[in-house]
Every structure is written in C-alpha cells, then in structure tokens.
C-alpha cells in the first residue's frame, strides 16, 4: 500500500477531511483523528482495537507495531509498503467506524 492509496481510501469515506497536524497527514471524520501518516508516506498509525492490535503485530512484527504514545488505545503502526491494499482498506474502514459518530455510521452501514 502506498500513501496515495491510504488516501485514496480515507477521504472516500463519508465526511472525512485531511488536515496537517504536528506536520503529518491527519485523516478525520467529524474533527476526530482516525490515521495518521508520516510526511514520506512509509508509514501510517491506525486505530484499532487492542485485541486487533496484538493480532496485525503477531501476525507482522515486520509490518506492524504499537503505535508511540497511542498504542495503549490499540493505536498500531503500520509500514505502509508491506500492507496488501485489501487489508490495508479493511483496517481503514474499520478506523473510520470506530471514530465515526454513530449516526453517521448507520447511515453508511444501511447504504452499503
């Protein structure tokens, strides 16, 4: 996967909005940071759950680790070029729903 990809797949989702914070991309629905990438695009932090967390870093130890500060909120860090585009896309979706408000979410789900 690549930056453009994460990108790609971020703001397709509803209501998502990239902003520059603490000089990295952040990727947003309703003001609430849901990933976050490096400036050269080799990496991104994504949220998780903590059970998915340890699974992607069990699985991938090359690909996948806690996150700096955020890991304790199952936040991982994933080195975007050893991601399938598939999985890559699945655990963005999964971001965006854990952050979305969860009107906004129903609404998505039912147009799916």
């Not at 003001?31 to 699985?59: E, T, Y």
């Not at 994933?78 to 699945?90: D, K």
């Amino acid at each position: 996967m690549t930056f453009k990809q994460l990108q790609r797949i971020c703001l397709a989702l509803p209501e998502v909005e990239q902003r520059e914070t603490w000089g990295e991309a952040t990727f947003r629905v309703k003001d609430r940071i849901f990933a976050i990438s490096s400036p050269d695009g080799d990496s991104a932090s994504i949220k998780a759950s903590l059970d998915d967390q340890s699974g992607l870093v069990a699985m991938d130890p090359n690909t996948f680790a806690v996150a700096a500060y955020t890991g304790k909120y199952g936040w991982v860090r994933v080195r975007l070029a050893g991601v399938p585009p598939q999985l890559g896309e699945r655990l963005i979706r999964n971001a965006w729903r854990r952050t979305a408000p969860k009107r906004l979410l129903a609404k998505f789900e039912e147009a799916v």
